[in-house]
């Protein structure tokens, strides 16, 4: 079945500029979450939900971070004014429950990313 | 606080010989243990997940990891390297008893020599 998407793939923009970023996770699942990837580190938490609700929002690194998932669907990641700084790789996971499972498909898919670059 | 360290961030190895990656944790609880690797401009895959069940864990690839707890560690293995196993790999711990928020290690890429 389909995976993970996220849209656009890639992003420039100018600083000060406010972008979104789109996640479609896989179809009915329950969880999702948001990473920051910069280049050559790990990613890097920024906010989880289970359906529509935000669980954790612990990893957004400022109040110009914001997350949304309205429908417990389609997720979308606001950064307002962006600076040079919030430039990096985001990227996007579902998972299909919340909670506790032993079961190797019961973990975290990634989608493949959007290139933030801000000038 | 949870961690993950990746103590080499790069390694390079013939085709057909033995992999190793290594990884070591350190988490409060009984961990939930991950490998994922991360091919060129491609998402995030996993290899194999640990989560308190049998020690030594098969993933896709032939890639296996075992876990030890005394050492902390969860060590990456593959008994033959291919070309096409080049990658990044990532080690990662989960955050908490429910494995929903992941810490990731910061990387080892793998590079497979002709």
């Known amino acids: 079945g389909a995976g993970v998407s996220q849209s656009p793939r890639y992003k420039v923009t100018k600083r000060g500029q406010d972008v979104a970023l789109r996640c479609d996770p896989i179809?009915?699942?329950?969880?999702l979450y948001w990473y920051r990837q910069a280049l050559g580190q790990g990613p890097e938490f920024l906010t989880y939900f289970n359906y529509e609700a935000q669980q954790d929002k612990s990893g957004l690194p400022n109040d110009r971070f914001s997350a949304e998932r309205p429908e417990g669907s389609i997720s979308t990641l606001t950064i307002q004014r962006t600076e040079q700084r919030d430039s990096a790789m985001y990227r996007c996971a579902s998972r299909r429950l919340a909670g506790v499972s032993m079961s190797i498909a019961d973990t975290q898919y990634f989608g493949p990313g959007t290139r933030l670059t801000v000038l | 606080a949870q961690s993950v360290t990746q103590l080499d961030s790069h390694v390079s190895v013939s085709e057909g010989t033995p992999v190793l990656l290594r990884c070591n944790y350190s988490s409060s609880y009984s961990p939930s243990l991950f490998w994922y690797v991360q091919h060129p401009n491609k998402g995030l895959q996993l290899l194999l997940k640990y989560t308190s069940a049998a020690t030594l864990v098969k993933g896709i690839n032939g890639f296996e990891a075992e876990f030890k707890k005394s050492e902390t560690s969860f060590h990456l293995t593959k008994p033959s390297a291919h070309m096409s196993d080049a990658a990044e790999y990532f080690c990662?711990?989960?955050?908490?008893?429910?494995?929903?928020?992941?810490?990731f290690g910061p990387g080892t890429r793998l590079s497979v020599l002709p």
């Open positions: 179809s009915g699942h329950v969880s």
């Open positions: 990662v711990v989960s955050l908490d008893n429910y494995g929903q928020n992941f810490v």
